[in-house]
């Protein structure tokens, strides 16, 4: 295994690069042009929901180049696009994908993270095939191997980018320089070359709060970023121990080797009418709790809190919550305490919010009172996870949204594999 260099951190890290990030291209637009290859050379978006208001959440390349943005509205992306074909997002061909893309992976290392649906890492420290001086194969090769087998294992229509370097976050950046289809490599003999080509913003992690720290002190391009000392960063520009780990991460030291635990869980919903009754837009919040159950029950996690929120059409803003004296888990237990916080809701409501909070981990088993009717609930609340495991959400539901005729269908999560 290639060590680490024994350089300073305020030097760039000269070790091997071992680091693989694996970006697949427009993913969910090209799960589509994969699945139906009449749409393969078009312009194509997907949404979360079929609509005249729905908010473009992936754009094929082919939308990209005639104007088309992540975030725009239907009719908006239409006008700078008429032929752009609209498709409500199927999850299940995207987390085929994503299953696909971590077996793959999980063929070249130990250490392997997915960071979102789309994106993924390998860490070629923990690959057997690269503990000697001599590997047997380039990373640039096992690169081109990856993306051949994402053509024969999945579709000829998917591509990848991958970028390799020292640390994540060059990495990323790597696998962001040539899209579509490309491959970079960052070391310190090409670092600066690719920071001058770059804006700030294009530096992951620096959107316009960070932007706007560093341009307050004249930092306004990667180079003069990477250019200034940890002193500076740590003590003048983020006044925290964030601006020594930039040091660090600018000059490819790791930094961003960790996983957070779970603080919350929640699930929100844009009401596809302003015209529903009070009824309706209950029913709609227990689809939510019913989703943000499931998901705590998945990581085998409880909760204390559980927060509830409504933004109306005025662009006013409302919310509750409660914190329990004990831990809770169950869909029955968070829907009836965000019911009953939802009762002062205010009218014409465009969106609601169901969160849970105070995250921990199971306690122990301890006798009760009502140590029967616990365990009851238990046994049915499992029962009903494993049947709607095995047959597909909400094969078991609740009656309460029987009448609904409407299902609030779940979120493809771009940020977290979590609950894939």
Same mark, same amino acid.
């Given at each position: ?23 697949? @291209? ?8 994969? *699945? ?7 312009? +194509?978006?997907?949404? @979360? ?9 992936? *754009?094929?390349?082919? #939308? ?47 250490? +392997?993270?997915?960071?979102? &649906? ?40 998917? =591509?990848?980018?991958?970028? &390799? ?8 950046? *790597? ?16 670092? =600066? ?14 959107? %316009? ?22 002193? #500076? ?5 983020? =006044? ?21 635990? &779970? ?9 596809? $009418? ?6 309706? +837009? ?20 409880? %909760? ?20 329990? $004296? ?61 049947? @709607? ?9 609740? %009656? ?6 409407? =299902?609030?269908? #779940? ?10």
């Amino acid at each position: 295994m290639s060590k680490p260099a024994k350089s300073s951190p305020g030097e760039f890290n000269a070790s091997t690069p071992l680091i693989m990030h694996i970006d697949l @291209n427009s993913c969910f637009a090209t799960c589509e042009q994969q *699945a139906r290859p009449m749409l393969r050379g078009r312009p +194509v978006a997907i949404s @979360n929901r079929a609509g005249k208001n729905s908010a473009i959440i992936t *754009a094929s390349y082919e #939308a990209k180049e005639r104007g088309v943005k992540v975030g725009m509205r239907r009719l908006e992306a239409l006008v700078v696009c008429p032929e752009l074909i609209f498709i409500e997002a199927e999850p299940s061909k995207y987390r085929y994908v994503y299953n696909k893309l971590l077996n793959i992976m999980n063929d070249y290392s130990a250490k +392997v993270t997915m960071k979102s &649906i789309d994106e993924g890492i390998i860490d070629f420290s923990h690959a057997p095939s690269f503990a000697g001086t001599v590997p047997a194969k380039s990373l640039r090769e096992v690169g081109h191997e990856i993306k051949r087998r994402l053509k024969d294992e999945i579709g000829c229509w998917m =591509r990848c980018n991958v970028g &390799i370097s020292t640390n994540r976050f060059l990495a990323k950046i *790597a696998a962001g320089l040539h899209k579509p289809d490309g491959m970079d490599e960052i070391t310190p003999a090409n670092l =600066r070359e690719v920071y001058a080509s770059l804006k700030l913003t294009d530096l992951t992690g620096i959107a %316009a709060a960070n932007a706007a720290k560093l341009n307050a002190v004249g930092i306004f391009t990667p180079l003069q970023f990477l250019e200034a000392s940890e002193e #500076a960063l740590r003590k003048v520009v983020f =006044r925290s121990v964030c601006g020594t780990q930039w040091f660090k991460r600018l000059r490819g030291w790791e930094v961003d080797d960790y996983e957070s635990d &779970i603080k919350s869980v929640g699930r929100q919903y844009v009401l596809e $009418s302003r015209h529903l009754t009070y009824t309706q +837009v209950l029913q709609r919040l227990l689809h939510l709790a019913e989703e943000v159950g499931t998901k705590l029950r998945l990581k085998n996690r409880q %909760a204390r809190g559980v927060y509830v929120y409504a933004k109306t059409h005025c662009n006013g803003y409302w919310h509750r919550c409660h914190m329990a $004296s004990l831990p809770f888990y169950t869909t029955q237990t968070i829907w009836h305490i965000a019911k009953q916080l939802f009762a002062n809701a205010p009218g014409d409501i465009r969106e609601i919010g169901v969160t849970c909070y105070g995250i921990c981990q199971p306690a122990d088993e301890q006798l009760s009172l009502f140590g029967d009717k616990l365990a009851r609930e238990q046994l049915v609340t499992s029962a009903v996870d494993d049947i @709607n495991l095995r047959f597909g959400a909400r094969t078991i539901h609740s %009656a309460e949204t029987l009448q609904t005729n409407v =299902r609030v269908k #779940a979120k493809i999560p771009f940020g977290s594999t979590r609950y894939l």
